[in-house]
């Protein structure tokens, strides 16, 4: 049965104008003036008046994670599911082997956590030690498992973090596979010292998470990060960046020629540290590394400017959810508190409302910040990200003149807070199509538990963000 979009605007990252759409066997076949049903059974969308944007892809997602002391809430069913209704039908989540652990026994555990999964998804390697077996390892998962980019994390010593030794092997394979590195930086044994300092002295509620979390220590990660691939001419990838420093490490970096890229979430562009400071121990739903920082020292500019000149390429939303319940591990000592939110579903409508709609960028950025560079960046490019006969039929039709608000009373998250709560957005999805199946529609998920497909990734040699993308900023959509 195939399906027929009619009369909506198409976005992509380079282009706006008005057509139909034909998808059938789930792909996108055609595009098109006056496009007719081809079969009896075919359904058929009136997108008058809606945009039709390829479906977006979180590059940055944690389900069912096993993480400090308990698990996220969401599966990559209820996971999968919310970010279906929040616009995003592709995720990357991250395989995460314990530390000692091979990187293909952590690849079999995690094939079994996603076959749940209800859209397609790929993982990023965790390389959370270095052994005699982890440079071959590390080869099989490239050329055989076709997972073509790998994490390290800077921090959270004691359990997954690297040393610089660690982090120097890793860029250096990576270099040799072609594959890209993605940073988590944070310098961890700074933190680790904060920590422990900051709880011997009785300050454990979780407005003291920031506190042994400044940004300088991300600013000083991330340069050494940025130097440790420049070693060995590795592309990199650095995630959920959150402050000024940072934002001028990968600048810098970028001006030398480095290939390079950054990544924020809507939770370091639209909080501010405040929340830590909430009430009946409110703030620990805000708790995730690194911090959400203060609204006075120039970083939340740095980084809307940074998406906006180019500098940035990708806006993931590093969903992690934990409840509160799961969050009260860490009432007596916030170094306890589970790191990490929820966020999947409501990256789209913050970006359409605090991107858009403030003429902060316009469309095509967005779907390039959101869809388009991370499927370039980890060789999902043109089977999504994109618009085009041939592609994935993933699509979202979005209507402009819905207004609403963000709450954790209608989310599909498993989560029962909500980091956005209250806020006011504009425009929403009404209908939701995944491998080219209705699946989400008029506030209704129809969701197939298992249909998500893992998509094998090749390397590519470019991987380039979205060019168009950064040219049109600016422009107001
Ligand atoms: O606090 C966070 N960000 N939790 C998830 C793990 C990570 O560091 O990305
Ligand atoms: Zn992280
Ligand atoms: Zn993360």
Known sequence: MGLLIKNGEIVTAADRFVADLYCDGGKVVAIGESLEKRGARDEVLDASGQFVFPGFIDPHVHMELPFMGTVSADDFASGMASGIAGGTTCIIDFCIPARGE???????????RSRKAVADYSYHMAITGWGDKTAEEMRLVVQEHGITSFKVFM????AIMVDDGELYQVMKQAAKLGAVVMVHAENGEAVYALQKELVAAGMLGPEYHPVSRPSAVEGEATERALMMAALHGTRAYIVHMTCKESV???ERAKLRGQKCYGETCPQYLL???TVFTKPDFEGAAYVMSPPIRPPHLGHHDALWTGLTSGMLDSIGTDHCPFTMEQKRMGKDNFTLIPNGAAGIEDRLQLLYTYGVCEGRFDMQRMVALGSTNPARIFGLYPRKGVVAV???ADLVLYDPTSEGVRSAKTHHSKCDRN??????VRGKPTCVVVNGRVQFRDGKLDVERGAGRFIKREVTKSGAPHAAGAAAAGRTG
């Open 390 to 392: 041939g592609s994935d």
């Open 419 to 424: 980091i956005f709560e209250g806020f006011k």
């Open 155 to 158: 921090a959270y010593k004691g």
């Open 271 to 273: 909080l501010d540290d």
């Open 248 to 250: 001028q490490a990968l």
């Open 102 to 112: 091979s990187l293909l026994e952590g690849l079999k555990t995690w094939r079994e």
